[in-house]
């Protein structure tokens, strides 16, 4: 069974941080890379912002590097992202997956209700 739950967001003022958690299903965890997405308002399209790989490789898109750092804590199937410095691009709901996300089938792929972030200015 999959299953996805993300937690930690919630409202921060410009500067602050957050560590956002998802604990996983084992058996999607364990093999895959996993990584955290987020989806801003205004029907902005879901972006992946930074993965993991299984042997702990990371990588994070442009707009985060320096700022947001993902781990993982295998024997808890969790992944964490730690988000400093956070700034008012950066709310949005964030959602944990695989990478690519977990395919349910035919043009369905998997997702958890995902945490909401809003950084104040």
């Known amino acids: 069974q999959v299953k996805l739950v993300e937690s930690g967001g919630g409202l921060v003022q410009a500067g602050g941080s957050l560590r956002l958690s998802c604990a996983a299903s084992?058996?999607?965890?364990?093999?895959?890379?996993m990584g955290w997405y987020r989806q801003a308002p205004s029907g902005k399209q879901r972006e992946l912002v930074a993965f993991i790989t299984s042997g702990d490789r990371t990588n994070a898109a442009d707009s985060v590097k320096g700022r947001f750092t993902i781990s993982r804590d295998n024997a808890k199937a969790t992944v964490y992202l730690q988000m400093n410095s956070l700034k008012p691009e950066d709310t949005a709901v964030y959602y944990c997956n695989t990478v690519p996300p977990y395919r349910l089938g035919p043009g369905e792929d998997y997702w958890g209700q995902g945490t909401q972030v809003t950084v104040s200015s």
């Open positions: 084992r058996s999607i965890f364990s093999i895959n890379t």
